[in-house]
């Protein structure tokens, strides 16, 4: 399965903050943020899945 891309443009799930495509963190509250493999939407650290596609971590 190729890897997906993460969106141009995305929000932090805590602040509503401006997430960078390339960034694993929050610039604005300083969360670590993942993305999810398989749509790309960031993920709370703490999340068990996907709050976009529903996809386990």
């Known amino acids: 399965m190729p890897k997906a891309q993460k969106p141009k443009?995305?929000?932090c799930p805590f602040c509503?903050?401006?997430l960078l495509p390339d960034s694993s963190f929050c610039q604005t509250c300083k969360v670590e943020i993942i993305f999810c493999r398989k749509c790309g939407a960031p993920i709370p650290k703490n999340a068990n899945?996907?709050?976009k596609c529903g996809n386990k971590r």
């Open 49 to 51: 899945k996907c709050p």
């Open 16 to 18: 509503d903050g401006p």
């Open 9 to 11: 443009k995305c929000r």
